[in-house]
């Protein structure tokens, strides 16, 4: 695992189990299948491609960022349910984006697959669109998303 808890027990937004992981990279997949089929149906251009890494390349520079320039003073001492609204706002404008613009919309969820597939190869606990910064910077704060609620429910039945 790379992430380890130091804390005894188990840790939300910490750990996660083989469940919590198949989901990951299940909906990873799933968001890059929709993402493919959608530009192979409204037909493949220079402006939508270059719309969908624009928007892939802000996106990571945004979470990048923000992770970096929060820190550890920062991060360490907010609450984890704070940390989820600093972290998951960005996500928010997906729906809006899509209809402004496929292209920037799709760069968005291409950030969102791509961090759910790497958040479950690396057994990520935490926030799936802070796994990315994660994994760059090496350091693990404990953040909620939606996702946890599947692995409280992974735990509590499969706890011994």
């Known amino acids: 695992m790379l992430f380890k808890s130091e804390q005894r027990g188990f840790a939300v937004g910490q750990e996660v189990g083989s469940c919590g992981r198949c989901t990951r990279l299940v909906l990873g997949l799933l968001g890059l299948v929709y993402i493919g089929g959608s530009v192979a149906q409204s037909g493949l251009s220079a402006a939508l491609l270059g719309q969908i890494g624009g928007s892939l390349l802000l996106t ?76 760059l910077f090496r350091r693990h704060y404990t953040v909620y998303c939606p996702l946890n609620a599947i692995d409280l429910v992974e735990r509590r039945y499969t706890k011994r």
């Open 60 to 135: 990571a520079v945004l979470y990048i960022a923000l992770f970096w320039v929060l820190g550890a003073s920062v991060l360490s001492h907010l609450h984890p349910w704070i940390l989820t609204g600093i972290f998951w706002s960005p996500m928010l404008f997906i729906p809006l984006l899509l209809l402004i613009s496929w292209g920037w919309g799709f760069g968005m969820l291409l950030y969102l697959s791509v961090a759910l597939i790497v958040g479950g190869l690396t057994s990520y606990g935490g926030c799936e669109v802070v796994a990315l910064p994660s994994l």
